[in-house]
């Protein structure tokens, strides 16, 4: 009989694997929760939802990000468990908002997907109604979860009285949907008198007593269990305001929002008209104020006085906010004159780059498919004369938009160095457009090692080095920080499980430490995930969000094919420009295809070190790093090798054995540089 193959290789990196076949999997199995139906719920109620997903094997507890929503799995009159439905308790004490479910496995813990909750009454589509006659009747003041049908459109219907006023809201993408949502509200016949096909609120005002029916369907008709929605209908007074949108993931982008230390809200508001250069609003520096890029093609202009030498930092968050705009700024000086007033710019403001460089989409991975930065607006301005100086912020692409929710927050500051921080799991490269690692949970097999990639979001010039570090993780889990150098954007966190960790799972705390003007300064970090797996990224754009928690967890069932460790414990010592040779211990635990591993060098001081050989098939190894050549400076390392390799792989006995792609990583190395003695 075949041996049972557990898991694959520790640790995370780029993989560098020659072109594997289609055949081949990427990644070990990991849990990932897909649906649930509904996907809310109100708060203080109590109701049944039932659960999909991939590699869900011995469900068991149902977790949410929050402990004020509670799961029990549901019985059969004979008392046995269900595998794919629970009960759901909401306490009446829980914040309306979104959280995130995921489910212990017999791998570990699922990756998440949102929950919402709502104080508005819920219902639940029992399957899409494709035709008028079929519509389901969604009451008023309520939240109808439903999902789209393939091919087809589905309907709700409600009753209304002339001069009521109704809200249409559809969230789809924002709770993890694929759905791109199109809604139309239509007569009792059919006939269309109201679309939304961006995505936005549909406002709608009954021209006279009747039936009215609510059409959703996916932009390019897309349908099935993984288009689900929630479709919210709400009466509002005729001169009320617009209400806000349900809730809604954030992009990593947001991870950079808001700084540490700024208030919740603004402390004054723009003040139009301000389109023209002679209605500028006149403010004060420091400032922090929120206006609107309303209407179309709105033009706001601020002025204020300043002095030769002073230095301000200024801050537009639109975009981070959620919304789809690109603010644009120019700073100009201006001097009076009793004809016509000179205007020379001094600064202009655009888009925040990534700290790092994102995937170019190519045919080969070339980088993670996460945006750091944004098209919000972040610079330096530098006073060269006094006088008055004037401010026009515009959005880029607000020529025809008149939509007053598409607000801003202009802060303009003295410089307050900080530093953001976001994560997420390292990918490999492939090139059959497999991103499906890219979507797995920090679930570690024992003896494995995962490795996330973290980005320092760098504030107002602050350039000094950021040390990682991971606690409150599971028994036996152990989390090593490869720190971020000065002046650069990029570190690595390395997750290892011990061979013998038990079944666990807990909500890290992950955060980065550094010195800013004498001080200690300790800061969160966000992890970032895909929404869904992406098996082709030819065919499906993948969809990044951040995550609500750390969560980590060791599955205590399966082992890691392989665990590449130093063979020495403590710190590897060697003198500055000499050859340090690294024994490594192979503790092989499956079969593997080809005889070696190619595997890269991670860790500040090491990075550029040529790829290096490790045989799969033997016990032990040596591989040898040249100094000189990397030109390493005398300190204290963290290092880690990485690479990917072909294993074999059944989750039982009596499954197939399969090839498995996956990204094996070294334990993490300590290394002591010692200076050079003197001549």
């Known amino acids: 009989m075949m041996p049972r193959f557990p898991a694959l290789l520790a640790f995370v990196g780029l993989v560098m694997v020659a072109s594997p076949v289609r055949s081949q999997s990427v990644c070990l199995p990991a849990p990932r929760l897909l649906t649930t139906m509904p996907m809310g719920g109100q708060v203080g109620s109590e109701f049944e939802i039932t659960i999909s997903g991939e590699h869900l094997e011995q469900p068991g507890e149902l977790r949410f990000s929050d402990p004020r929503i509670t799961a029990a799995v549901v019985h059969d009159d004979a008392g046995k468990p269900s595998t794919n439905r629970y009960t759901v308790t909401i306490a009446a004490d829980c914040p309306p908002g979104l959280y995130e479910a995921s489910i212990m496995t017999r791998l570990g813990l699922s990756a ?129 305001d617009l209400p806000e949108r349900m809730a809604s993931t954030r992009a990593v982008n947001a991870a950079a929002w808001p700084p540490h230390g700024l208030p919740p809200k603004s402390t004054s508001q723009e003040a139009e008209p301000n389109d023209q250069h002679h209605q500028a609003q006149r403010i004060e520096l420091p400032c922090d104020l929120t206006g609107s890029f309303a209407p179309e093609a709105d033009i706001d202009r601020f002025e204020f006085t300043a002095k030769k030498g002073d230095v301000w930092w200024i801050e537009v968050a639109s975009n981070r906010l959620g919304r789809p705009t690109d603010p644009t700024l120019v700073v100009q000086h201006i001097e009076p004159s009793e004809q016509e007033e000179q205007r020379s710019d001094v600064l202009q403001l655009t888009d925040i780059p990534s700290p790092v460089k994102v995937s170019g989409n190519n045919y080969a991975y070339d980088g993670p498919p996460y945006n750091a930065g944004s098209s919000d607006i972040l610079g330096k301005l530098e006073i060269q004369q006094d006088g008055l100086h004037r401010i026009q912020l515009s959005d ?48 570690l097999r024992g003896g494995a090692t995962m490795a996330l990639e973290v980005v320092a979001i760098r504030r107002d010039g602050f350039t000094g080095e950021i040390e990682l570090a991971m606690d409150n993780l599971p028994d036996g889990v152990t989390a090593t920080g490869l720190r971020i150098p000065a002046g650069k954007s990029r570190g690595i966190m390395l997750i290892s499980a011990a061979e013998g960790a038990p079944r666990g799972v807990s909500s890290a705390t992950f955060y980065g430490q550094a010195e800013i003007d004498g001080k200690s300064v300790r800061r969160p970090c966000r992890l970032a995930s895909m929404a869904w797996p992406v098996t082709n990224h030819w065919s499906e754009i993948p969809s990044p969000r951040l995550l609500h928690e750390v969560a980590v967890s060791v599955s205590g069932n399966e082992l890691a094919p392989i665990t590449i460790s130093p063979r020495e414990e403590g710190i590897l010592q060697v003198t500055q420009g000499q050859k340090l040779t690294i024994p490594l211990i192979h503790m092989r635990r499956s079969e593997f295809s080809g005889s ?80 050079a003695e003197s001549p």
């Open 112 to 240: 998440p997907r949102i929950f919402t909750v709502d104080t508005m009454a819920e219902s639940a589509q029992a399957k899409p109604a494709t035709s008028a006659t079929e519509a389901t009747t969604i009451a008023v003041n309520s939240v109808c979860n439903a999902i789209a049908a393939a091919r087809g459109i589905n309907h709700h219907r409600f009753d209304a009285k002339q001069g009521q006023r109704f809200v249409i809201d559809c969230a789809a993408r924002g709770i993890d949907s694929k759905l791109k949502p199109v809604v139309i509200l239509a007569d009792a016949t059919g006939r269309d008198l109201v679309a939304e096909r961006g995505g936005g609120l549909l406002d709608f005002n009954v021209p006279a007593d009747g039936t009215y029916l609510i059409k959703v369907h996916d932009l390019t008709f897309q349908g099935g269990p993984y288009f689900f929605y929630r479709l919210a209908l709400r009466e509002i007074q005729a001169d009320s």
């Open 396 to 443: 880029a692409f607000g020529g025809t938009r008149n939509d007053p929710r598409n607000v801003y927050r202009l802060v303009i500051r003295k410089a307050s160095p900080d530093f953001a921080l976001v994560a997420w799991a390292m990918h490999m490269e492939l090139r059959n457009g497999d991103r499906n690692a890219l979507s797995k949970p920090i679930t």
């Open 596 to 675: 070696t591993m190619s595997v890269r060098t991670m860790g500040t001081g090491f990075e550029q070190a040529p790829k290096l050989d490790i045989p799969l098939g033997d016990d032990t190894s040596e591989v040898t790093l040249d100094l000189a050549a990397l030109k390493t400076p005398p300190g204290q390392y963290q290092i880690a090798f990485y690479g990917g390799a072909v294993a074999k792989y059944r989750a039982n006995e009596t499954d197939k054995t399969k090839d498995i792609v996956d990204i094996v990583v070294s334990k993490p190395i300590s290394i002591e540089v010692k200076p």
